[in-house]
């Protein structure tokens, strides 16, 4: 566990709507005694911190600030970089990528500079291709900087497998890689429940309704409510529990892929093990042709969309 005199800080980056249910999952869960809230909008992210303050009473012991001055992340443990531009009703996520590109050309080298030994999450979207476009402009190793990825897509697959076969959640194992977007892969040969394949409790049909239904989920929340917040919120929360708490967790975040399956320099979600130095390392699943030859078109996809913002 990463610890210090002051104990742990984690700082989130963006007061919007996923940085501050990112920031209320982590004060319920006790993940950090403090949490620092940083955006360009003063009133906006004092307002969040005054309001996370004031149910301090009821949730594990905390300290909460928030500032448009970006020192207020200075010696972070973890830094969740939820800042970027807002995807539309219409929109997929690569369509973000210039605006957010923008932003992150400023952003990046300062928050290195006030925490440079903080591991950093980037969970704004497209976050394979801004997690990409973060390491080049930081300099830093994958390890210390990578991408909430298909944390998220990992979590809705699980949830519709449960409720089709009637079992917790928890019991289901399976995976989503690549893009967390539209190119993103279901893991299907390696998907169990128990120990169960997954393969043999649902027919192919429902398999492909379901993966189809997770690559949508965002959007049909988007055109309902304008943005998604609260899953991506725990789901991001869960990923630093991982490295606050050095759990050496398997999660599918993404992170620089090079040489594996003969995918070479692009980020993209592979299970991992995450723990207090970030990404420990990827682990090699087994793939069928069919899943491999899907990974590397995401992999081709993502690459594709750096190499348009100039990276």
Same mark, same amino acid.
């Not at 369509?95 to 400023?106: C, H, K, N, P, Y």
């Not at 950093?120 to 991408?147: C, E, H, R, S, W």
């Given at each position: 566990?990463?610890?210090?005199?002051?104990?742990?800080?984690?700082?989130?980056?963006?007061?919007?709507?996923?940085?501050?249910?990112?920031?209320?999952?982590?004060?319920?869960?006790?993940?950090?005694?403090?949490?620092?809230?940083?955006?360009?909008?003063?009133?906006?992210?004092?307002?969040?911190?005054?309001?996370?303050?004031?149910?301090?009473?009821?949730?594990?012991?905390?300290?909460?600030?928030?500032?448009?001055?970006?020192?207020?992340?200075?010696?972070?443990?973890?830094?969740?970089?939820?800042?970027?531009?807002?995807?539309?009703?219409?929109?997929?996520?690569?369509?973000?990528?210039?605006?957010?590109?923008?932003?992150?050309?400023?952003?990046?080298?300062?928050?290195?500079?006030?925490?440079?030994?903080?591991?950093?999450?980037?969970?704004?979207?497209?976050?394979?291709?801004?997690?990409?476009?973060?390491?080049?402009?930081?300099?830093?190793?994958?390890?210390?900087?990578?991408?909430?990825?298909?944390?998220?897509?990992?979590?809705?697959?699980?949830?519709?497998? @449960?409720? &089709?076969? *009637?079992? +917790?959640?928890?019991? #289901? =194992? /399976?995976?989503?890689?690549?893009?967390? %977007?539209?190119?993103?892969?279901?893991?299907?040969?390696?998907?169990?429940?128990?120990?169960?394949?997954?393969?043999?409790?649902?027919?192919? @049909?429902? &398999?492909? *309704?379901? +993966?189809?239904?997770? #690559? =949508? /989920?965002?959007?049909?929340?988007?055109? %309902?409510?304008?943005?998604?917040?609260?899953?991506?919120?725990?789901?991001?929360?869960?990923?630093?529990?991982?490295?606050?708490?050095?759990?050496?967790?398997?999660?599918?975040?993404?992170?620089?892929?090079?040489?594996?399956?003969?995918?070479?320099?692009?980020?993209?979600?592979?299970?991992?093990?995450?723990?207090?130095?970030?990404?420990?390392?990827?682990?090699?699943?087994?793939?069928?042709?069919?899943?491999?030859?899907?990974?590397?078109?995401?992999?081709?996809?993502?690459?594709s969309a750096a190499r348009s913002l100039g990276f």
């Open positions: 566990m990463i610890s210090s005199s002051r104990g742990t800080k984690l700082a989130v980056v963006g007061a919007g709507s996923v940085g501050s249910t990112l920031a209320y999952a982590s004060m319920i869960h006790g993940l950090a005694r403090s949490v620092a809230l940083y955006d360009v909008n003063l009133a906006k992210v004092r307002a969040e911190a005054l309001d996370l303050r004031q149910g301090l009473q009821f949730v594990p012991a905390a300290h909460v600030e928030g500032s448009d001055d970006i020192q207020i992340c200075a010696d972070a443990d973890v830094i969740a970089v939820t800042a970027g531009a807002k995807q539309k009703p219409g929109q997929t996520r690569l369509d973000l990528a210039a605006s957010t590109t923008e932003l992150m050309r400023t952003l990046m080298p300062r928050l290195v500079e006030v925490a440079p030994r903080a591991v950093i999450i980037m969970v704004t979207n497209p976050v394979d291709v801004i997690t990409y476009v973060a390491q080049k402009l930081t300099g830093l190793p994958p390890n210390q900087l990578f991408g909430s990825g298909t944390v998220l897509d990992t979590a809705r697959l699980r949830g519709l497998i @449960a409720a &089709r076969c *009637q079992v +917790a959640v928890q019991n #289901v =194992h /399976a995976y989503i890689v690549g893009e967390h %977007g539209d190119s993103e892969i279901p893991l299907w040969s390696s998907a169990a429940v128990g120990a169960v394949p997954v393969t043999d409790l649902v027919p192919e @049909a429902e &398999r492909d *309704q379901m +993966a189809h239904d997770v #690559v =949508h /989920a965002a959007y049909e929340i988007i055109q %309902g409510k304008g943005a998604t917040n609260y899953a991506i919120g725990v789901s991001a929360g869960r990923i630093i529990e991982a490295v606050l708490r050095d759990e050496h967790r398997v999660l599918p975040v993404s992170t620089l892929v090079d040489g594996h399956l003969g995918i070479d320099d692009v980020c993209l979600s592979i299970p991992s093990v995450v723990g207090a130095a970030g990404v420990e390392r990827q682990l090699h699943v087994p793939m069928t042709d069919h899943e491999v030859a899907g990974l590397r078109a995401s992999a081709d996809e993502l690459r």
